[in-house]
């Protein structure tokens, strides 16, 4: 069982930064693992961000995203990153990390995560 653990939420004015992070333990090695992003808005679904492969090499962005925020991971410590630049209100949303099966590559359907963090709070005052 992979457990998932985000921080790193909080907040911040509009065009400022945040980066959130989320560990990873339990489970097969974090390196065999894509891993992705999503955010969740109350009262809406649960929305793609950003995904990245195995070893970091592809990475993948929503369209509302592109350009501001960056995913990256160390899998020397089982950690995967999203640093969010030029923040909006329209990026008000609790972030969830998620972590693919074993040996997959990065999905922009929440339904192919297994594993799900605790989610994280973004708040964006304009």
């Known amino acids: 069982q992979v457990q998932l653990a985000e921080s790193g939420g909080g907040l911040v004015q509009a065009g400022g930064s945040l980066r959130l992070s989320c560990a990873a333990s339990?489970?097969?090695?974090?390196?065999?693992?894509?891993m992705g992003w999503f955010r969740q808005a109350p009262g809406k679904e649960r929305d793609f961000v950003s995904s990245?492969?195995?070893?970091?090499?592809?990475?993948y962005y929503a369209d509302s995203v592109k350009g501001r925020f960056t995913i990256s991971r160390d899998n020397a410590k089982n950690t995967v990153y999203l640093q969010m630049n030029s923040l909006k209100s329209e990026d008000t949303s609790t972030y969830y990390c998620?972590?693919?099966?074993?040996?997959?590559?990065?999905?922009?359907?929440?339904?192919?995560?297994?594993?799900w963090g605790q989610g994280a709070q973004v708040t964006v005052s304009s």
């Open positions: 998620a972590a693919r099966g074993a040996y997959t590559t990065p999905s922009t359907n929440p339904s192919e995560y297994n594993y």
């Open positions: 990245i492969s195995r070893s970091g090499g592809t990475t």
């Open positions: 339990g489970g097969r090695t974090f390196s065999s693992r894509a």
